[in-house]
C-alpha cells in the first residue's frame, strides 16, 4: 500500500487529528531516553484496545513494522523505529478501569502513569510495589515493556512479580488474554514470556497487576559514607544480618553534587557516598530494626545519619534520588545510564572497575544504585555533539557490562535490552539460546513487523560484534 493510503487507513481506524505525518511532529518520536534514533512514518495514537488491533491488523497485512509507545522514557531505544514505520501511541489510553480491594488487584490501561495508579490506590490505603524514579511520566504498558524495577523493588519484586495478566493485541491483530487473576494460573506462563518483552511479542492494552496494603509504618533514613565501598559494605551486613529494607540506594559524590545543586535535597556536597534506607511493615520491632542498621553503619565508619522526622522530610530524601537522573544532565550534555547487575557482595568490586574503565576512557562516571538488588546504574557523562567521545562511551559501556558478566550478574537489572546492549546479549547467552528466543519471536510474530530489531540479536551477530 502506497504511504498516502496508509495515512488514510489509520486515519480511519482512529480520526484525522489521531495520526500525525508531518516531519516536524515526527521528529519528537525520533528518539526515547537511550541514544539512537530514527523517524517513524506515521504516529496513531490509539484510543481503546479496538482501535490498536484493527491498527495492528492493517499493518500485518500489509507487513509494515510498528512499535508501542507509552511516554518513550526506556534507557535502550526500545521505542525507536529502526527501518520507519508506525508509533502506536497509547498514552490517551489512560483510564484506570477497576480497582479491587478485598481481591487486591487492579486493572489499568496501558498509558496510565506508574504515579496516577500509586496516587489513586494511596487514598484507599493501597499500594502497587514496582516504582521507576520515572514513576511521575512512564506508563504501565512501559512498565511490563521492561519489566521495570525502582528502588522498593529489592522487598517486592519486579514488575514481572506484580503484573498478573493482561489483554493483549498480539502481532496478527487478534485480541486475547494472557494470564488472570489468581497467582498460579495452568500451563506454561505466557505473562512471564510477555513481561520485559519490550513490545516485540504483542501490545497490552489491559493490564491486571497485584495491589498491595499500605504498610503500617515507614521508617526512612539518611547514612553518609567516606567511601562508596564503605556504604556498599553497610548493605552487604545489613542483608546479612536477615533485615531486609524495602530500599537500600546508594550515590556517590558526582551524583550528589549534582543533585544538590538542582534539587536540594540536604546531602553534604563532601559526601563520598549517601546511602538511603527505608524500612517499611509492622511498627512493632521496626525502631530495633532502625536501631541495629545505625549499628552497623557505625561499624562500617558513617560519618553521620538521619531519620526523616515525617513525611515532608522523606519525600525530600527522595526527591534527591528520583532527581538523580535529570540533576546530572547539568554536568555534561548527555549522558548513558548503564544498567548493570552483579551478586551483592561483589558491589566494591564491579565500582573498583568501574572507576578504573572511566579512567581508561577518560570519562567522568557517576554512579547511583539499587545496592540493595547488586543492580547498578554507572552513568558515563559526554558530548554527544563529539562522535569521537560518543565512541569511546560505547566502549566504556561495553566494558562495565561485561565486567558485570564476568563477576556472576547480567546486562540489565531494569532497563531492557532494546537496540542498545544487544551485542552485549551474547555476553550472557549462548547462540542455541538466542536461536531460541529468536524461534519465539518468529512462531508469535512471523512477519518480525511488531518492534522489529530490539531485544533478541540475530543468531551469529551477537557474538562476532563483541568480539
Ligand atoms: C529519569 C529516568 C529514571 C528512570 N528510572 C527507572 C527506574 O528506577 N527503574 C526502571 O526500571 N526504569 C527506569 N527508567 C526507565 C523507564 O522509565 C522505564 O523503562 C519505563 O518502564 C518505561 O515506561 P514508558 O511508558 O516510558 O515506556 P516506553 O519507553 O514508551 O516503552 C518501553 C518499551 O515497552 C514497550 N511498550 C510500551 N507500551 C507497551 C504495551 N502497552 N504493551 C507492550 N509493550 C509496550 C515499548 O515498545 C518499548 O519497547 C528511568 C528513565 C528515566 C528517563
Given amino acids: 500500500m502506497e504511504r498516502e ?3 488514510e487507513a489509520l486515519q480511519k481506524i482512529v480520526g484525522r487529528e489521531n495520526v500525525l505525518w508531518k516531519q516536524v511532529d515526527l521528529a519528537l518520536y525520533e528518539y526515547d531516553a537511550g541514544l539512537g534514533r530514527g523517524k517513524p512514518d506515521f504516529v496513531a495514537f490509539a484510543h481503546d484496545a479496538d482501535q490498536v488491533a484493527q491498527i495492528v491488523r492493517l499493518l500485518h497485512q500489509e507487513g509494515i513494522s510498528y512499535v508501542a ?3 518513550g522514557t526506556n534507557l535502550t531505544g526500545g521505542t525507536v523505529p529502526l527501518d520507519g514505520g508506525i508509533v502506536i501511541e497509547l498514552s490517551r489510553m489512560n483510564r484506570i478501569l477497576e480497582i479491587d480491594l478485598e481481591n487486591e488487584r487492579a486493572v489499568v490501561e496501558p498509558g496510565v502513569y506508574n504515579l496516577t495508579l500509586q496516587n489513586a490506590l494511596a487514598e484507599k490505603g493501597y499500594y502497587y510495589a514496582p516504582d521507576p524514579a520515572s514513576q511521575k511520566v512512564c506508563t504501565l504498558g512501559g512498565n511490563l515493556g521492561e519489566n521495570a524495577g525502582g528502588p522498593h523493588c529489592l522487598k517486592y519484586g519486579v514488575t514481572s512479580n506484580h503484573v498478573l495478566g493482561a489483554e493483549v493485541v498480539l502481532p496478527n491483530g487478534e485480541k486475547t488474554w494472557v494470564g488472570g487473576k489468581s497467582l498460579d494460573p495452568p500451563g506454561p506462563d505466557l505473562m512471564g514470556l510477555l513481561v520485559g518483552s519490550e513490545g516485540t511479542l504483542g501490545i497490552a492494552t489491559k493490564i491486571l497487576v497485584r495491589i498491595m496494603r ?3 509504618r515507614v521508617v526512612t533514613m539518611l547514612a553518609i559514607f567516606k567511601s562508596v565501598e564503605a556504604a556498599g559494605q553497610t548493605v552487604s551486613d545489613i542483608i546479612s544480618e536477615g533485615i531486609i529494607p524495602a530500599t537500600l540506594e546508594i550515590m556517590d559524590n558526582l551524583v550528589i553534587r549534582a543533585v544538590e545543586e ?21 511498627t512493632d520491632g521496626m525502631d ?15 560519618v553521620s545519619s538521619r531519620r526523616a522526622k515525617d513525611a515532608d522530610e522523606r519525600a525530600e530524601l527522595w526527591a534527591g534520588r528520583r532527581g538523580a537522573f535529570g540533576a546530572v544532565a547539568r ?15 561483589k558491589l566494591p568490586e564491579v565500582l573498583a572497575a568501574v572507576k578504573e574503565i572511566g579512567k581508561k576512557y577518560n570519562l567522568p562516571i557517576g554512579n547511583v544504585f539499587h545496592a540493595g538488588d547488586g543492580n547498578l546504574h554507572p552513568l558515563i557523562l559526554f558530548d554527544d555533539r563529539d562522535p569521537e567521545e560518543l565512541a569511546r562511551v560505547h566502549k566504556a559501556g561495553r566494558e562495565i557490562l ?15 535490552i532494546g537496540t542498545e546492549k544487544l551485542a552485549e546479549m551474547s555476553l550472557v547467552f549462548r547462540d542455541s539460546d538466542i536461536e531460541m528466543m529468536q524461534g519465539i ?17 540475530q543468531p551469529g551477530a551477537a557474538l562476532s560484534e563483541i568480539a
Fill in 331 to 345: 554536568l555534561r550534555p548527555s549522558y548513558l545510564v548503564c544498567d548493570g547487575t552483579v551478586p551483592r557482595t
Fill in 441 to 457: 519471536k518468529s512462531a508469535i510474530d512471523p512477519k518480525g513487523v511488531c518492534n522489529p530489531g530490539k531485544v533478541i540479536p
Fill in 288 to 302: 530495633e530494626q532502625a536501631q541495629r542498621i545505625l549499628e552497623i553503619c557505625r561499624k562500617n565508619g558513617v
Fill in 402 to 416: 561485561k565486567v558485570c558478566a564476568d563477576l556472576g550478574g547480567t546486562i540489565s537489572g531494569e532497563h531492557g
Fill in 5 to 7: 493510503k496508509i495515512r
Fill in 214 to 216: 499500605a504498610p503500617e
Fill in 262 to 282: 538542582s534539587v536540594h535535597a540536604g546531602y553534604p556536597m563532601d559526601a563520598e557516598a549517601v546511602l538511603i534506607v527505608e524500612l517499611d511493615g509492622l
Fill in 69 to 71: 509507545r507509552g511516554s
